[in-house]
């Protein structure tokens, strides 16, 4: 029975970062902003990537930054395949993460509740 392997999850890793170095050093199209990459996740056969990332703009630029990042993912593909040391490089597919914006909301939320509480102790 073979074993499950974890190659994947390392290859993610790689993409995440030469992603991060290749759009702060290469890539100057105003509409991608400054971005973080969160997350690969690249499917077990080592064919599609979905790459999570936030920009530090706001979230009305997101589609903008999520289109321009599509039209730069073969020079971004081609650039990952001169810098990792395997065979095939996965297609990618940008995916603008929310879980930031979530979290910002859900302690937003909190605070208010927790005030709510203390002017309606006292």
Avoid: C, W
Wanted: hydrophobic share 35%; charged share 30%; glycine share 4%.
């Amino acid at each position: 029975m073979k074993k499950h392997s974890n190659r994947h999850h390392r290859i993610g890793d790689q993409i995440q970062r030469e992603l991060a170095e290749l759009l702060r050093e290469q890539i100057k199209d105003p509409r991608i902003g400054l971005v973080t990459i969160t997350a690969v996740d690249v499917s077990n056969d080592l064919s599609h990537a979905k790459v999570h990332f936030t920009n530090m703009g706001n979230a009305e630029n997101a589609e903008d930054a999520e289109q321009a990042l599509g039209r730069t993912a073969g020079f971004l593909r081609s650039e990952i395949a001169h810098r990792l040391s395997s065979f095939t490089v996965p297609q990618l597919h940008f995916v603008y993460d929310r879980s930031t914006e979530h979290g910002m909301e859900m302690s937003r939320l909190i605070d208010e509740a927790i005030s709510r509480d203390k002017k309606s102790d006292s």
